[in-house]
């Protein structure tokens, strides 16, 4: 790849890539793997853009198609959706960002399904309702409700923590 | 909790260091860990394999005297590797840049009918190769004669009355029948089990998603 490929195409929308690949990771060493992937993929697929739908949409699709099929192979991968108690993973990744708040709510997203991290990442990104679908796949009528419920899930599991 | 989400998300997100890039080093040499990256290269690697096995074992049965094992392992291992070559190059044109819902499907859908292609050519196989096997053997040169027909010759000296057609025994025949008949029964578990080992986190996850995307979609 070259460089002004990712100074141009690539590093104006690292943002996008950065949030979604911390939702999906949960360590740093993840994180900058799944970083590097998304962009190898973005320029390997890059002759694929058609220019249908804006080049921003293109990478979150990119970016979180990647997430989804990486496959890691790690020790209790389950451990998310089970327990609550702190791994030493979520400890260090705990501290991602300098903002106490957007480190939990980070960690509480981590804790949802696959798919509602998909979800709530593109709301909070103020995509339209139509928009989340069309990068998803699915239906815009659910996604409202479906934003709605992640929101409560959210709360909960920040409940307490957040002043 | 009084903040909401949505501002815990912008203000967190306003600090300058919350979206610092990482460094990327030789990226055109990264070695890919995408899933779909990562089946086209093991693909590509057994294929390979196979084809050198396949091409091994043809110079090995002429040097040992089983030419009609290597031929048929050959010629069915060919097939093999161009039925799984044209499934590569469908696995080649699936598009990254299309929904999640499209892209795992088109990436399920292709899972699928390579399992399937695979188990129902697994039934086959097996059979197959035991049979070139048992014809290697059987045309096998021993002293100036098949070893299948010096075997026949060694059999009707210790027991006279054996029953055979076409100069086989009847019990040789039924034998390697039910064999037959057994591995293409196992055939294609014997292939989906393998398959699981390697391959059933995968197989688990991508249905997990694809359930949740399709309630979405309802």
Known sequence: MSSDFYNTSILPFAGIIIKLCRAYTSSQQDFEDYYQEVCLQIWRSKDNFREESQWSTWVYRISLNVCLTLLKKKKNNVQHFVSDSITAEETENNYAFSDESLNLLYDAIRKLSEIDRAVIMLYLEEKSQKEIAEIIGTNPNNIGVRVKRIKTRLKKLLDGKIN | ?218
């Open chain 2, 1 to 218: 909790m009084e903040k909401s989400i949505e501002n815990i998300w912008k203000e967190g997100f306003l600090k300058s260091d919350a979206l610092v890039a990482p460094k990327i080093n030789n990226l055109y040499n990264q070695k890919s860990i995408h899933i779909i990256d990562k089946f086209k290269r093991m693909f590509k690697i057994n294929l390979m394999a196979i084809v050198a096995f396949s091409f091994a074992f043809l110079v090995v049965s002429f040097i040992i005297g089983i030419p009609i094992t290597g031929i048929i392992f050959f010629v069915t291992l060919s097939v093999l590797v161009v039925i799984n070559k044209r499934l590569l190059n469908d696995l080649e044109k699936i598009d990254i840049g299309i929904s999640s819902y499209q892209y795992l499907k088109a990436f399920n859908q292709w899972i699928n009918k390579q399992v399937s292609i695979n188990k129902r050519f697994s039934r086959f196989l097996y059979p197959i190769i035991f049979m070139s096997l048992v014809l290697g053997f059987w045309f096998k040169d021993a002293e100036g004669m098949p070893l299948g027909e010096r075997l026949v010759g060694e059999i009707l000296v210790g027991f006279p009355d054996t029953y055979l057609i076409f100069g086989i025994p009847l019990i040789g025949i039924v034998i390697v029948a039910v064999i037959l008949v057994l591995l293409f029964l196992v055939g294609g578990r014997i292939y989906k089990w393998d398959l699981n080992i390697v391959y059933g986190r995968l197989f688990k996850k991508l249905e997990e998603l694809m359930t949740d995307i399709e309630s979405l979609r309802s």
